[in-house]
């Protein structure tokens, strides 16, 4: 996991990073929302144990988009009440349905057929295909120090891939069985 994460402060070149007061705000919000995330990787699993994927996700965006809309009601009602643009719909519909409705049911899924801390480990890919999108829609060149954290991503992830065998020959991380 160690290796997976240095690859990933790699790639965000930690030495550009400032902790001036312009951004604290900012960067406490990233901290708190990468231990919001692991904490709700960690307490699915118990849930689906009972439950199907789907229907803790379900819930997971109910409940969450509930908190949302009573966060963001107050920016919301002084918006002004002009036309949206059918291209902006749209742009909203991708970003509702792939990264964000896909992003967790997958994880969700996985989580349930595997563990929390390999699917946290999953995401230090996240850097790395920020990089590559980065290089094939911006232009962005690589260099030896994006080449180090990508190796380092990948050799972290081999390492936390690898599943443990216990006596028997079977995997000692198994998934829950299937609900009735």
Not at 39 to 63: E, G, M, N, S
Not at 97 to 125: E, H, K, M, Q
Not at 126 to 140: F, H, I, R, Y
Request: glycine share 10%.
């Amino acid at each position: 996991m160690a290796l997976a994460v240095a690859g990933a402060l790699v790639l965000l070149d930690p030495g550009r990073l400032h902790l001036g007061p312009g951004v604290a705000l900012g960067n406490a919000l990233i901290l708190t929302n990468g231990l919001c995330y692991a904490t709700f990787l960690v307490l699915q699993r118990p849930l689906l144990a009972r439950l199907p994927w789907r229907t803790v996700i379900a819930w997971a965006f109910l409940l969450g988009g509930i908190f949302v809309l009573c966060v963001a009601a107050p920016a919301l009602v002084r918006l002004p009440a002009t036309p949206v643009s059918a291209r902006t719909w749209w742009g909203v519909a991708y970003i509702v349905l792939f990264p964000t409705a896909l992003g967790y049911a997958l994880s969700t899924w996985a989580v349930r057929r595997s563990s929390p801390a390999l699917v946290a480990a999953y995401n230090t890919l996240q850097p790395l295909v920020a990089c590559l999108l980065a290089a094939s829609l911006l232009g962005e060149r690589f260099g030896v120090p994006q080449a180090v954290g990508f190796a380092l991503i990948l050799a972290g992830l081999a390492q936390v891939s690898g599943r443990p065998r216990n006596g028997n020959g079977r995997s000692a991380d198994r998934p829950f069985p299937k609900p009735s």
